[in-house]
């Protein structure tokens, strides 16, 4: 609402561009997230953006200073748990941790403390602490039959923390629990579970490929070396073979 109409119009195309390609394209979404950065710097949601879409790309120093701008531009302490992530993500745990002890995170919301919650772990398994990670993510959030947005990565990781501890059993309750919560897919607790219970998949579709790769053509013996003999001899192609071949080439 800062922003003349025809500029503010503008900067909005871009940030719709941020948001519709940062989980696919990142890269593209990052390009769009500077192009708004240039027309609107002192836009506390276009910083916010810009960090975000930089975040996406491991750009974590330049994230974080776009999260800071944002933050003293508009007081929230809501972006408190990604920044002390970004802190990870330079390589500085000790520093994540340090944040998981402000009184900053007080005043997130439910959600906002358990993505400060899944940071704080995080930064312990940095450390190679992984009992203390465990304890970090346990909770009555952890336990709760009420399911919210967060309840799949917050189990995923207890899961996954609970496995690297060797508590395999314990792991594999989770990741089914991770699973009966993620309706929507956000987690692979479905193939970490299968992977667990000794299930391999494979690529049909790969396996019917590698089968007429190895099949000789039609009318041809393999030679001693495998390779086909080139003699010549009576060739019969069948329709269903002929539309193979169709498709094939097409």
Same mark, same amino acid.
């Given at each position: ?157 207890? +899961? !996954? ?6 508590? &395999?059993?314990? $792991?594999? %309750?989770?990741? =089914?629990?991770?699973?009966? @919560? #993620? ?22 579709? +790969? !396996? ?6 190895? &099949?000789?053509? $039609?009318? %041809?013996?393999? =030679?001693?070396?495998?390779? @086909? #003999? ?21």
């Amino acid at each position: 609402m800062s922003l003349p109409k025809g500029l503010a119009e503008d900067v909005a195309r871009n940030l719709v561009m941020v948001a519709r390609l940062i989980d696919e394209e990142p890269e593209e979404a990052y390009a769009y997230s500077r192009i708004a950065l240039r027309l609107a710097s002192r836009v506390a949601a276009v910083r916010e953006a810009a960090g975000f879409a930089a975040y996406a790309t491991q750009k974590y120093a330049e994230a974080l200073a776009e999260f800071r701008a944002a933050r003293r531009m508009t007081g929230s302490v809501e972006l408190w748990p990604v920044m002390a992530d970004c802190e990870r993500g330079l390589g500085r745990p000790e520093k994540a941790l340090a944040m998981a002890g402000e009184p900053e995170v007080q005043k997130l919301d439910k959600a906002g403390q358990v993505e400060m919650r899944l940071v704080t772990a995080g930064a312990r398994r940095d450390l190679g602490q992984i009992d203390a990670a465990i304890v970090t993510l346990q909770g009555p959030e952890l336990g709760s039959s009420s399911v919210q947005p967060w309840t799949p990565r917050l189990r995923y990781a207890y +899961a !996954d923390a609970l496995l690297a501890a060797g508590r &395999e059993d314990e $792991a594999r %309750e989770w990741f =089914g629990k991770t699973v009966e @919560a #993620d309706k929507d897919g956000v987690t692979d607790a479905s193939d970490r579970l299968a992977e667990l219970d000794g299930v391999e998949f494979t690529d049909a579709l +790969a !396996d019917e490929d590698d089968d007429r790769d190895g &099949e000789s053509p $039609a009318g %041809e013996t393999p =030679g001693e070396d495998g390779r @086909a #003999d080139d003699s010549p001899g009576p060739v019969h192609v069948d329709a269903e073979l002929r539309d193979g071949d169709a498709d094939r080439d097409a």
